[in-house]
């Protein structure tokens, strides 16, 4: 037995999808009750035909105001006057991007059946929608005041691209651009008290470039605190604060909870004193300092981080994630894929209390026995309890971050180019 649910407006798909800032993505409908599985995907759209620099661009800012969307007949002519409009009469720098959803796939439905089998549903109107959403852009942070002045300019404009006669919206049909019913609900608006400021697009909204990745906005909180932390004098040697890139791949992290792994490797307990004197705190940044110090051994641009609650080793330093193909699919830069792959978890499996799990690299096996002094001096007691140290794993799926940069205020402490304050 299927289930059907009612077909889904698109202008709340893009709406969504656009505040995700996650690009091409499934999207939830809001009128799917019970779904396990989200019921469309949004996938690449025609952009064949956009005039030269309307399309959206990675390097179009990675602050955004969505201004408008559009679906069905003459959309796409509808979001390119638009862009027009808003370049030429009010010289805000618009963009189009379009995308499509596919209503055609079965779904799975949560929970069962009256015969316990998986709970099938389908789109009441099986289609493919192409959508285009006008998106005002080239904002470098969210707290910038241009961004602000952009987004109320927009939301009092008229533009003429969006004017809309009593007689099309008597002929408005579902099949009809979302413009129209967006200008009937403008038309109600109106009518209430303070609207008199509004304008079609009163409910414009400040959003990421979805087509920027999300670690692009990502970045170590960076306060004061933290700031002195990482000037400390065993702690600034090779600091990720000095990082001159604005990205870089965190390839290991090491939690105020964590104590010292071997991971199979012989290790001694009869340093469990030294252990207790200090804290879980100062215990994950020696590893951090141990593990960045000893990888710049064998000339691997190596850095060290700490914050509040743990401690990080990165590797390399990016200016760029990477970029969008000609279908806006993006693909990070070669050289972070390599290092993700270089400090990844190896093909084998290891069995643990969890079961089979997979088996992180090793600081000491990547920079190599004969590159620690530690290791190749002393008595074996000496060597052991080094051996021990320098035994600390990798993280399984090391991924790329921001890198935090110390600036004068604060409030850029929580993204790249600023806290999200949606």
């Known amino acids: 037995m299927k289930f059907q649910f009612e077909f889904p407006s698109v202008r709340s798909l893009f709406s969504v999808a656009i505040?995700?800032?996650?690009?091409?993505?499934?999207?939830?409908?809001?009128?799917s009750r019970g779904l396990a599985q989200q019921p469309t995907k949004a996938i690449p759209g025609d952009t064949s035909t956009f005039p030269n620099g309307f399309e959206l661009k990675q390097d179009n800012g990675p602050w955004l105001v969505h201004a408008?969307?559009?679906?069905?007949?003459?959309?796409?002519?509808?979001?390119?006057?638009?862009?027009?409009?808003?370049?030429?009469?009010?010289?805000?720098?618009?963009?189009?991007?379009?995308?499509k959803f596919d209503f055609t796939q079965p779904l799975t439905g949560a929970g069962i059946d009256k015969e316990g089998n998986t709970r099938r549903m389908k789109v009441r109107d099986r289609k493919v929608v192409e959508g285009y959403a006008v998106l005002v852009g080239d904002f470098d942070s969210i707290d910038s005041p241009a961004i602000t002045d952009a987004l109320e300019t927009i939301k009092r404009i008229s533009p003429k691209a969006l004017a809309t006669t009593n007689a099309d919206l008597q002929n408005a049909n579902k099949s009809s651009s979302v413009s129209v019913n967006d200008y009937r609900k403008f038309l109600s608006f109106k009518k209430s008290k303070g609207a008199e400021q509004?304008?079609?697009?009163?409910?414009?909204?400040?959003?990421?470039?979805?087509?920027?990745?999300?670690?692009?906005?990502?970045?170590?909180?960076?306060?004061?605190?933290?700031?002195?932390?990482?000037?400390?004098?065993e702690y600034s040697e090779f600091s990720l604060l000095d990082c001159p890139g604005k990205f870089t791949v965190r390839v290991a992290v090491f939690s105020g909870q964590d104590?010292?792994?071997?991971?199979?490797?012989?290790?001694?307990?009869?340093?469990q004193n030294d252990k207790d004197k200090v804290s879980q705190l100062d215990l994950a940044a020696e590893r951090a300092a141990l593990s960045a110090k000893a990888l710049r051994r064998i000339n691997i641009e190596a850095y060290q981080f700490h914050d509040q609650t743990q401690s990080y080793v990165t590797v390399g330093s990016f200016d760029s994630?990477?970029?969008?193909?000609?279908?806006?699919?993006?693909?990070?830069?070669?050289?972070?894929?390599?290092?993700?792959?270089?400090?990844?978890?190896?093909?084998?499996?290891t069995r643990s209390n969890y079961g089979l799990t997979p088996t992180p690299r090793l600081l000491v096996d990547l920079v190599g026995q004969r590159n620690i002094p530690e290791l190749n001096q002393g008595d074996e007691k000496s060597k052991l309890k080094w051996f021990t140290k320098y035994s600390v794993a990798f993280d399984i799926k090391p991924a790329p971050m921001a890198v935090p940069k110390a600036t004068g205020s604060k409030i850029y402490g929580g993204s790249l180019l600023g806290i999200d304050r949606r």
Do not use: H
């Open 198 to 233: 509004k304008g079609p697009m009163y409910i414009a909204f400040t959003t990421r470039n979805p087509l920027l990745p999300e670690e692009y906005y990502k970045a170590p909180e960076l306060d004061k605190f933290v700031q002195k932390l990482n000037q400390r004098k």
């Open 68 to 99: 408008m969307s559009f679906d069905g007949y003459n959309a796409k002519k509808q979001a390119e006057q638009l862009a027009t409009e808003l370049r030429r009469d009010f010289k805000l720098q618009a963009y189009c991007l379009a995308k």
């Open 259 to 271: 104590t010292f792994e071997s991971w199979g490797r012989a290790s001694s307990s009869s340093d």
């Open 19 to 31: 505040a995700a800032s996650l690009p091409f993505v499934a999207f939830e409908a809001t009128s």
């Open 321 to 349: 994630l990477g970029s969008a193909d000609q279908a806006n699919r993006f693909t990070y830069d070669p050289g972070i894929v390599a290092i993700m792959k270089q400090y990844g978890a190896t093909s084998q499996l």
